[in-house]
Each structure stands twice: as structure tokens, then as C-alpha cells.
T-cell receptor, first 114, second 112 residues
Framework: SAVISQKPSRDICQRGTSLTIQCQVDSQVTMMFWYRQQPGQSLTLIATANQGSEATYESGFVIDKFPISRPNLTFSTLTVSNMSPEDSSIYLCSVPGDLNTEAFFGQGTRLTVV | QKEVEQNSGPLSVPEGAIASLNCTYS??????FFWYRQYSGKSPELIMS????GDKEDGRFTAQLNKASQYVSLLIRDSQPSDSATYLCAGSIHNQGGKLIFGQGTELSVKP
């Protein structure tokens, strides 16, 4: 499976500010995904990062709040904009495995908004 | 009905026992299913994949898939304290490889 590196691993941010999370993969992948895991909850898909086109967002998530970039086949960023305490979560990027069905995850970014 | 639903936890078993984790799914979810293990403060780790009806065994883990009942389970034999974690059931979405819907997770505690 691919090696996925996320940074930062954690951050504490002031409300109203924005944080950009980076995800780097050691091999080229067509699809990259961003998930959110709120405290004590399971994973919810935010969006699919498509190379060369706009990201595809899931219901309940919008581009103005979670802009995503995908400049090449190994890198993506997720920005959490105008943060509030409700955005405190773990944010995870993932890529499909060799069978293009399963997903592998980066180590996550633990965000706390104060 | 949630698209992927797991039996509520937490589940506590004694060391050496069999832990049984269950999951049901809706029609939107494809026929590919996965079990992830997540230790506190860590990201999910894939431990089992199952694509066809029946059982799949890997060491102490056995995944079972019943498509007719839309049911998938994970059995952990000879449970160890190191198995204590949250187990997440996930299914892939039809024709959207790598994109998963997760259940709410079941917290397993294995007591020495």
C-alpha cells in the first residue's frame, strides 16, 4: 500500500482563522479522499479530490468551508475555513489500494479550535 | 436505516474468548466490505477485506459476508488485550472505488 503523509499532525487554532492540511502520497493515485472524524464519532467523507478538476463534495459539505486543491497525482490539501469550535475533529486523507476498493489512511490531523 | 450500521458497544470480552462484531448495510453500499481497527488517537488500519459470500480467515480474524441478509461480521478468536480498540465496518459505494461509508464503530475491550 502507498505511504501517506499528512501534516500538521495536530494544531490548536483560534476561531475565525483557517488551517490548511497537506497530504502527500509516495506514488501516483487517481483519487484522494478527505474524511472528518468528530470526537467519539465515526468517519464521514467530506470530498473526493480530483486531479485536474474541482473536488466533489458530499452532502453537507461545501467548497467555501472546505476548499480542496489537487495540483498533481501525489498531493492534495484541505483547508478548513473560518473555523469554529464545531470544526474540532480529526481530518484524514485516504487513497485507494491496489484493488481500487479498499482505502488506506494517513495518520490524520487532530484539530482543536478554541 | 443508516447505510452501514454496527451493533452498539462497548463490547467487553475476557482474554482468550471470541469477540463477535456485526454490521448491516443498505442497498447503496456495494459488495465490498472492510473492517478497520482504530486505536485511540490513531488513524484506522485495514485488517480485513471481504468481497464474496462466505467466510474469509486471516490468522485470528474471520470475516463473514451474507449478501442475502446484507450482513457482515468479524470474529476475533483468542482475543488479546492488544485487540482492545474501536472496530469500524465500512462498505464501498457502487462504482466509486476507494470511497467508503463507515459504520459508527464498536469499541472492544479485552480484559486480562
Amino acid at each position: 500500500s502507498a505511504v501517506i503523509s499528512q501534516k500538521p499532525s495536530r494544531d490548536i487554532c483560534q476561531r475565525g482563522t483557517s488551517l490548511t492540511i497537506q497530504c502527500q502520497v509516495d506514488s501516483q493515485v487517481t483519487m484522494m479522499f478527505w474524511y472528518r472524524q468528530q470526537p467519539g464519532q465515526s468517519l464521514t467523507l467530506i470530498a473526493t479530490a480530483n486531479q485536474g478538476s474541482e473536488a466533489t463534495y458530499e452532502s453537507g459539505f461545501v467548497i467555501d468551508k472546505f476548499p480542496i486543491s489537487r495540483p498533481n497525482l501525489t498531493f492534495s490539501t484541505l483547508t478548513v475555513s473560518n473555523m469554529s469550535p464545531e470544526d474540532s475533529s480529526i481530518y484524514l486523507c485516504s487513497v485507494p489500494g491496489d484493488l481500487n476498493t479498499e482505502a488506506f489512511f494517513g495518520q490524520g490531523t487532530r484539530l482543536t479550535v478554541v | 436505516q443508516k447505510e452501514v450500521e454496527q451493533n452498539s458497544g462497548p463490547l467487553s470480552v475476557p482474554e482468550g474468548a471470541i469477540a463477535s462484531l456485526n454490521c448491516t448495510y443498505s442497498d447503496r453500499v456495494s459488495q465490498s466490505f472492510f473492517w478497520y481497527r482504530q486505536y485511540s488517537g490513531k488513524s484506522p488500519e485495514l485488517i480485513m477485506s471481504i468481497y464474496s459470500n462466505g467466510d474469509k480467515e486471516d490468522g485470528r480474524f474471520t470475516a463473514q459476508l451474507n449478501k442475502a441478509s446484507q450482513y457482515v461480521s468479524l470474529l476475533i478468536r483468542d482475543s488479546q488485550p492488544s485487540d482492545s480498540a474501536t472496530y469500524l465496518c465500512a462498505g464501498s459505494i457502487h462504482n466509486q472505488g476507494g470511497k467508503l461509508i463507515f459504520g459508527q464503530g464498536t469499541e472492544l475491550s479485552v480484559k486480562p
